[in-house]
């Protein structure tokens, strides 16, 4: 595999905090049993809106990760990529305030940041006056807080900051991230993403574009990606936080390693605010580049976990992209999307996706797109339909594309693959 410099990155730590669960082992159960994360919204009332599910995160208690006044403080979205990122550091067995801080950086992304902070303090503007707005509205609302939050209660104290490119973010954190380590720049970087809008004008404004999922007699099947019947994207919220280190640097601490991020891919569409380029053209670029940058030819990967968001214009334009890049072999490849099961995380999905790429290396087994009963003739394809495959996989990839056209793919290989 190629990288830059010589220095290669290991996958040494895994935290979650998400609608299928806020530990590795439950993430995984209910990815590979297609056991769905979405249900009614119980965070507001829904009476008024078309859209009445999302995939909400289930028995997080702040203060298990935290202690109460700084729970109190922190926004939803900020608890949870903290939370996140303290149990990646647990699961690599690894403690920033060992090293040089200057060794540990962070990028916490996130598409939206702090909406429910937004919400609650402009209706109190409205409702009881300028005075009842609150002191912490200003650090708790932007997208670059749960980062700086992290370093503040780990001491990592490298490159820190947030990537916002909507659906791409997390994508881009790790990509980032795994730069940032082939140049030397860090030894080690907690990397991904944190997202909590299931908010009254998040899901509203979703809902007058026409973008998410109606089917609310059905939560649990609403999300069907490339399936005939789709009929938008489900919202999700949470955060998953890589542990991100120097291959040499882990491999000296006997750390263990789940996988290397071998390749990373940037690049925009150039095309629509919402919608995708029809044929893919932005996706293409992205992986290509990815295949390139980490040394593998299209015939080397065995698995594909897209994006697949269960719309109807991009599931097919990633489709058209997949068969472009990797011609014959693409009939070959296994594609899954697992937003069918913990939704859409917008800011989060990349890193939760890239996740299900390391463990399916890891465990040798590719989880399912569930819902998937009839599949559109447009995308054609081996979407691992229904049920969990097992698969020996060396090579994945992460494709995430966010509104605005933003496109980012990561290559995750088998730990010690040339």
Not at 65 to 89: E, S, V
Not at 138 to 157: E, F, N, R, S, W
Not at 260 to 272: K, L, R
């Amino acid at each position: 595999m190629s990288t830059s410099n010589g220095r290669r990155v290991a996958v040494t730590g895994l935290g979650f905090i998400t609608p299928i669960g806020n530990d590795l082992d439950t993430v995984w159960s209910n990815l590979v049993e297609g056991v769905s994360g979405v249900g009614r919204i119980t965070r507001f009332d829904t009476a008024a809106y078309s859209t009445k599910i999302a995939a909400e995160v289930k028995h997080f208690e702040p203060e298990q990760y935290m202690d109460k006044k700084t729970a109190h403080h922190l926004g939803r979205y900020c608890q949870f990529g903290l939370a996140a990122a303290k149990d990646a550091l647990q699961d690599a067995r690894l403690n920033p305030r060992d090293m040089d801080p200057d060794d540990v950086g962070v990028i916490l992304s996130s598409a939206i940041g702090g909406m429910q902070e937004i919400e609650k303090n402009h209706t109190a503007l409205l409702e009881r006056g300028v005075r009842r707005i609150s002191p912490f509205t200003t650090p708790m609302m932007i997208a670059d807080m749960a980062a700086g939050v992290v370093a503040m209660q780990t001491g990592a104290g490298g490159p820190n900051y947030a990537i916002v490119s909507a659906c791409a973010s997390s994508g881009h954190a790790l990509g980032e991230a795994a730069e940032i380590i082939k140049r030397g720049d860090a030894k080690a970087m907690l990397a991904g993403g944190a997202e909590a809008t299931i908010t009254p004008l998040t899901m509203g404004a979703f809902c007058q574009i026409k973008a998410v999922s109606e089917r609310n007699d059905d939560p649990e099947r609403a999300c069907r990606p490339w399936d005939l019947g789709r009929d938008g994207f489900v919202m999700g919220e949470g955060a998953v936080v890589f542990v991100l280190e120097d291959l040499e640097f882990a491999q000296k601490r006997g750390a263990q390693v789940y996988a290397e991020i071998t390749g990373y891919g940037a690049s925009a569409d150039c095309y629509h605010y919402t919608a995708p380029h029809p044929e893919g053209a932005g996706a293409k670029r992205a992986m290509r580049k990815a295949l390139q940058k980490a040394g593998v030819a299209p015939q080397q990967v065995q698995y594909v976990n897209a994006h697949g968001t269960s719309t109807k214009l991009g599931d097919i334009a990633e489709t058209k992209a997949i068969k472009e890049v990797f011609g014959d072999h693409a009939e070959k490849l296994l594609v899954s999307s697992t937003k069918s099961v913990h939704a859409h995380l917008l800011g989060a999905a990349g890193a939760i996706e890239a996740a299900a790429c390391v463990l399916a290396i890891e465990r040798g087994v590719v989880p399912p797109t569930i819902n998937l009963d009839q599949q559109d003739p447009e995308c054609d394809l081996d979407y691992v339909a229904n049920e969990a495959r097992r698969a020996k996989v060396d090579v994945a990839i992460s494709n995430s594309f966010g509104f605005g056209g933003h496109n980012a793919t990561l290559v995750l290989s088998r730990p010690g693959l040339n």
